[in-house]
C-alpha cells in the first residue's frame, strides 16, 4: 500500500516562497502521476498541478503558472512543490496525491501553509 | 478552467439514497468520461471513492456509484450510514494533462 508523508507546518511571510515535500514509500514511486492539490480555509479541493516522475514537464493550473514548481526525486521518491510570492489567501492545507493519469488514488495527510505578517 | 458546479449540501436518513450532481461543461465532463468521486473527512485525507465515470476502487462499497448525462455526473449514495456523512467532490478530466474539482457538497446524515 502506498503510503505518503508529507513535510510539516510551516508559517510564512507575504512575498516569500514556500517548499513542500512528499515522501512516497511502498510503491514504486516512477509509475504514478504525481498531484499536489490544496484547500483554503472554508473552501473546496482545487487540483494545482502534476508531474510524471522522469517523464515529460509538469503541467500546472493557469492560476498558478509563474509561482508553482513542481517536481520528483526519483533517487529518494520525494516529490516537491514550491510556491513563490505567497499571499494571504495562499493559506491553506496543501495535499500531495499520487495517481493515475485522471485519478488520485492516494493522499498524503496534508500540510499546513499559513501566510502571515 | 472553471470549478465544476457541485450542490453545496445534501442530506438523506440512515437507509435512504442521496445523488449529488455536478456540473461541468463540452470542455471537461462532456467530453471525457473521467469523472472522479473523492470522500473527505475533515481532518483526514481525501479518499477515491468512484473513477471512470462508474468505477470503484477496491474496498469501496457497492452502496457507492456514479454515472453521467452530457455535462452532468452524478454520485449516488444508496443505504445512508452515519460514516458517509462527509464532504463529496467530483472531479473531471478537463484535456492537456489538466484537472478540475468541484466545489464540493457537505452530505449531512440527519
Known sequence: QVQLLESGTDVKKPGSSVKVSCKGSGGTFSTYVI???????????EWMGGVIPNFGTPTYAPKFLGRLTI???????????????????DTAVYYCAFGGMTTLDFWGQGTLVTVSS | ????????????????????????????????NYVSWYQHHPGKAPKLMIYEVNKR?????????????????????????????????CSSYAGSNSLVFGGGTKLTVL
Request: negative net charge; contains cysteine.
Open chain 2, 1 to 32: 478552467q472553471s470549478a465544476l458546479t457541485q450542490p453545496p449540501s445534501a442530506s438523506g436518513s440512515p437507509g435512504q439514497s442521496v445523488t449529488i450532481s455536478c456540473t461541468g461543461t463540452s470542455s471537461d465532463v462532456g467530453s471525457y
Open chain 1, 71 to 89: 517536481t520528483a526525486d526519483g533517487s529518494t521518491s520525494t516529490a516537491y512543490m514550491e510556491l513563490t510570492s505567497l499571499r494571504s489567501d
Open chain 1, 35 to 45: 498531484y499536489w492539490v490544496r484547500q483554503a480555509p472554508g473552501q473546496g479541493l
Open chain 2, 57 to 89: 476502487p477496491s474496498g469501496v462499497p457497492d452502496r457507492f456509484s456514479g454515472s453521467k448525462s452530457g455535462n452532468t455526473a452524478s454520485l449516488t449514495v444508496s443505504g445512508l450510514q452515519a460514516e458517509d456523512e462527509a464532504d463529496y467532490y
